[in-house]
């Protein structure tokens, strides 16, 4: 913990007070009055963040609503609803195991921003929480988890991408300590640090012997960069052995346990876990692999055909993860956030599948500690317009930070500049307390 | 007019229509109009856009009715029209329920796409503003549907509900072939009554249907809008009628099955459709060398060949050849040689003449899109036009069979057309082969071409070469296609360079002038002069030597060590911390620039620093506080600790302060390099990477005195130095060009655009000016490309942004949106330069400014301000006079093609001579990339920040500009100094201006670039990846995909982030390269300008090196690799490792290094070569059929991608010719010199 943080609120309080003395010389009216809110906090440790790529429809998932028919082009959801856990919050028909544990989970159903013609640039919003500017590459989640929390663990990285690299989960100005390592494959480490597939664990071996002596024998360096160089590969043989790899041997897990979480997203779900208990403060794990309806979650025409087999295999993973958790004791101390790059109307397209939706679309949260109510924030019948509670992505990034204990109004520094934590996001306070 | 046939008879429009209703020979009933395109006409229609009157309508014999002189009107699309005004309620063109209407039209219609609705003749729907969008009065149109046209009727109701289906349309099922001349069309209605629809063609009635609304009884929408004649809806070009009009006609009358059945007459047959050109071309005598291939522009269309009576665009280039085989088409450029677009479709036309002997052969013709060959006159083959695909759903293509056993298959979606011919005498055929490359929505690609043949009797197909190199026979395998694509390439390249530097010498002149404007601004304004030179010394190395014997004479003979302590640490704190706000500015009205100042305070009247007293300090109390209200620095992190206590201390010993300064660096000079050192280090700062083994002996070797100068000679001009110089640009510039959507900021690939310029070695004004003027095409590789800016809603600011940055050194980052808090640039000078470029004043977007709230939150003073308010408009005005030099007066003018153009007017001043800035701001960076730390540093960012060698600096930018801004030139200066030549244990980067003296160079770390250019030429493989685009069949216009050619150096890479996360989308192949470029501190996403990459060393780059798939890929002994011959011809252990040192660390290995390594390679040397007869070669592996934007979609194709990541995974086979486990041990020896520190660190 940064010990700065246990002096927070005090310091905050401490303005306050000073303020409503220095208010009547400097002070705009209303401004003691109004004054800087005390700020809610969780006690979450780790982020578990879910992406499904493409833009999950929400009305076929965790915001349903009476049925359409794509073949008569009549807007609707294309599932039935059925009840949860929670009085008066239903879900779609193809997420019973999450519908009876939907008291450890809040959809948030009024997310919204205005980007649904371009997935780069979306993805890029959920990502880092707000549009793109020409001047500051900013950073991602992830990074600003990284930065603000840093890594559990010596022998541990503080964030893990279990999907594609792309500059959308990348450090922006943080810089490069704060970026991911990543992987494609949950059979084995992140790329460039795990061994690699074609070279044996004993070839591996001798191999880091011979330059290991070969470093031995160099001319011994002065300069600080040299030395600096030499201390990162140390370190980088230290995190390719053995006590982080571990954490990809999935295989060690009981094969019950592995079957209920599923295929291969499952499979990432699982070692996210397994990450967790290691010490990695944030991991993202990416669903969309395609397999099974070519498109993932962008149910364009034909795609939307099967995309209850997502939805199942979601409702998989994400339950057996979540009691898998909570069975460990690491729910309240691990917050899960499913989110997407947009959600998708009510209409159909002309194939029959559905288009892009910025104005209304569902994020998911899950355990972190939180008081969960099974579904925040209201949209109109038919999940196209918000009628109650909007969540801006400051908003959704400020609960998320609220949950970790990160102060969600610091800035952080682009050199000189500051840069505020989120756009000015509000945490939903509903969840706190 | 014609003035002899149907005309009006009666009625009050008569009034209206004087001028056009004529006495007739015969007339109908209740004509409203009718218009006859003769050529006495005076009508009041408006004509609009390309038509042409007077052309021959339909006449006799064909139409014996007409007149032999019978004139009709041409239009030839794009919205052009005749308009014509109604007047108004009441009008004889409004229509009610139970009004009877007709309309007919003589038409020829020469262009007619599937799904055009071309209008004849409409009222309303014009989209002009003050009618309503849905407005169709009526429309008389032909619709194309299965390659006819059909007539179509259309027309609107009033909406009874808004939702209501009120466009009501009636199509013919049947219709006619366009261009098959002339035919009558008619349209008959009583309004209200649906089932009194017909419609006519050629007299014949023909049956219809309701296909939009359905039928309808409710009332037609009816106002005052305009009848137009051939376009619609403003004009658009799908709704444009492309064809001749004649006798169109408005009736009010429901004309009868007589009339209409009379009024076609035409004698004859039915006409063949309007004839393609078929027949070979006439090209006149041809070389026996060469295939001879011309480039023709704007083909009318790529799914057709031309009509007779069209002709064929003149050449826009030509090349030849020396085979039926063919690539790519000629880069094109603009009348200064920057890269523009070529206007497709374009015909490739290869044609020569070929020797073949009598007999039955087989011809086979490969081309992506429309092609045919002619042999000796005969049509032998012909493939289909190039298709769009829908976005990602097209099925999977099945990779194809080769023709024979070890050809070359053809390519993904390349067709293959086998043809026939006989050849009975032995004289040499004309052969001749058109092809069309792209259109106007796909890029200008031809595919690989090919025309090969299979003699009789024979099983193999070779490539038709021209009758003078028969004897050279082109195998159609892969092995003898792609060298003679190579060859292909090189000649390409040497063919647009011809052509680029041809055009850009029309700007010769205008340069010279600039020349010798700026030899007389020199004469008026000299460089400093060179202290103390003795001839021989590099002035260079006389500057520095000038400044440490200043610096040795002002040092204390002994020395202070309370002085060297406030200069080494607190000064530095001071400097970096207080002084941007309270140094030369005075902020809160305190300075701390001195003593005095500091203990006379500011504004509060306390004194910041109390000697002997820190607690009385305000100072201190300011850094230590915890009341974000006070503390200082006001952002940022607070100061350490350790920096308060440094400080705190020194004001408590009495805050002493020096006057003199006096040197606390080394003033040491530093050896010089070795010449293995050197030649490793010449070559990766002008080529880009290290020297070859060859290289490395040959220059040890050499025992020339000037062996260095001569290297260095030598080494400028090898065309590597624009590969060597391009990830620097495209970082400074914010290169970012999409490889999907454009998105993130992203701009246009104007990469090409550097990569001419630098291989031209163009000077730095004129290449920077030419940037700025923002030339040619912007996505594909002109300057242009630079003006972009994707989703970002102030383009040019951004530009501005980085034009500050790269040219000035000024950085106005935080000005896009409020004034600089730590520098003077104002939110205005941003706004000005982005209004130089927008050529106009610019606007500031509601998103570029500071929230209000933003200040109603602070508790102390912001520190900054916003002085434009979004919305506001600011005018193109040059800021930067008083710190540039460079005036934006009568000096500049002389200087310029056009000085009303405010965007020539910004390159000028920045390029000028006058602008001293901009050669000193080139020159340091220069300087800084050589030696690794800048004389004015940060390179990007002046303001403040003094120059170490304030002469030097001015002395190196004169002569910069007497060198007619050659960056050539100044890198030979620098390179040949003592200073480049020292080794490199300098910290001049981090050293306060006063300290940085350069007794030694920086210590570098290869650029991402390098290393992995490196790795590859010391392994001797060449870059294997797949071309930079998702859209290898061009199937788009580069705008919306493009490509970007297949790299074969590191910065030709573009941005592979997959935000899709679709494997379908992945390039496995790309990712093993830019995996370890990225962990290197590379990125292809350039969202911002970047002078200086992260160079912190972090843990993935040791890991990267150790082991990733690029490492271990290129270090096996792989089949047929260099590193494998190297093995199999090495005459001992020791040479062989002596080549792998020289290889890799361009030095020969220590004996401690021996000691390790040579035993791996003696055990089973001798017995290291696999006996001939065991040797199994490696099969290759199964092709994978292509996945492309277009069916990325489809499930198979993220298999696909997958399996193709696994085999780059797994690398290239290993040699078999090696014992398995000699070869382990090798490839260990290999790995292990690769992961030598020394391999990423410049020496």
Redesign the interface.
Known sequence: MNPLQNTHVDRRQFLTAGATTLAGLTAMPGWAASGVPTQVRGNAEHVISIWLGGGMSQIDTFDPKKKGNPEKQKPGAYYDAIPTAVKDVTVCEHLPKLASLMDRITAVRTVNHSVIDEHAAATNWMHVGRPVSGTVVYPSLGSIVSHERGALSDSAPPYVLIGYPNNSRGPGFLGAQHSYLYLTDTGRGPTGLARHLTISQQRQTEREQLIKSIRDVQPEVTEKVLQDYAAAADLSLRLSGPSFMRSFQLESEAAELRESYGGEFGQRCLLARRLVERGVRFIEVSHNLNFLNGAGWDVHNRGILDQHKLIHELDDALSTLIQDLEQRKLLDKTLIVVSTEFGRPPQFDGGGGRGHQGSAFTCVLAGGGLNHVGAFGETNELSQSIVADPVSVPDLFATIHAALGIDYAKSLYDGDRPVPITDRGQPITKLFG | MNLTRYCLTRFATLVVFGSLLISTTYAEEDTAALWEFGPEEATPLHPVGGIHRDVPGPRPPMFPDFPVNNTAVNFDGQGSRFVFDDSGDGSPFDFQNGDEITLEAWVNIRELNDGDHTYIIGKGRTGRSGFSSDNQNWALRVRGMQGEARVSFLFATLPRKPKDQHWHRYTSIQGFRPRTGWHHIAVVYRFGEPETIQTWIDGNRVRGQWDIGGPTTATPATDNDQIWIGSALGGSPSNSFRGGLDSVAIHRVMLDKDTLEKRFHRVGGHPQEAALTSQMPKLGPLSPLETSVTFHENMPSHTRWLYTDESLPPAAASWSGSAFLLNQIPVKFDSWGIRDSWKAPVLVRMAADVSLPPGNHTVLMRSRGLARTWIDGELVAQSKPLTGAPH??EPITPISAPPAPGHRPTWHRCQEVMGYIEITDSKPVRVVLDAIAGGKSFRPEPGELTLAIRLEGSQQFTVLRPAGLSQSLLPLTDEAVEQELQQIEASFTSLNDVTRRAAAKSQDAYWNTRRQAAETWLAANPAPKVPGATPGTNPIDAFLLARLQEVASNTPQTSDAKEHHFFEKVLPILKSECF?CHGEKDKGGLSLQSRELAMAGGFSGEPAIVPGDPHASTLIARLRT????TRMPP???PLSEEKIKILDKWIADGAKWPEQQSATSTTTQAPLVSDTDFIRRAYLDTVGVIPTESEVERFLADTSPHKRTELIDRLLEDPRWADHWMGYWLDLLAENP?M??A???STGPFRWYLYDSLRDNKPMDRMASELLMMRGSAYDGGSAGFAL?A??D??F??KG?IVGNAFLGIEM??A?CHDS??HSTTQEDLYSLAAMFARKPVTVPK?STV?P?FF??K?RESLIEVTLKPGQKVKPVWPFAETTGAHDDDTIEPLMHNPDDSRERLATLITAPQNTRFAQVMVNRVWRRLIGAGIVEPPHDWEGNSPSHPELLQWLGKEFVASHYDMKAITRMIMNSQLYQREA?GHNRDAEPGQRLFTAPD?R?LSAEQIVDSFYLATGREMDVEPMTLDPDGRAASRSRNAYGDPHRSWMFV?I????????L?LPRAAAVV?VL??F?W?A?R??PKTDR???????????M????L??SLTKAAYQSPLAELALEAESPESLLETLFLRFVNRLP?Q??KD??LDRLQTGFAERMVPADEVVVPEAPERLPQVTWWNH???E???IQQELAHRV???PPADPRLEQSWR?RYE?VV??IV????F??VP
Do not use: M
């Not at chain 2, 915890?626 to 209200?629: E, G, H, K, L």
């Not at chain 2, 982030?1057 to 379908?1064: A, I, M, Q, T, V």
């Not at chain 2, 150790?1106 to 798939?1109: H, L, P, R, V």
């Not at chain 2, 992961?1235 to 020394?1238: F, K, S, V």
């Open positions: 990602g759903e941007r915890d009341d974000a209200d952002t940022g992190k999409a999907i959507n998105s993130l900021n800016a989703q970002n102030s383009p600011a951004a942004h980052q935080c896009r808090p730590y998103s929230p709230g109603a939150k508790e244990v210590r770390r941005s982030s997959n935000e899709r996360d679709r494997p379908s992945t995996e990225t962990a501190g990125t996403d969202q911002a992260e160079t912190a060393p972090n843990v993935l780059q040791p890991a990267v150790a082991n990733s798939t490492t271990v220590d401690a290094e390790l390594l979609v489809r499930n194709a993220n298999t995974r797994q690398g382990l260990d790995w292990s992961n030598l520190p020394e990423v660190w």
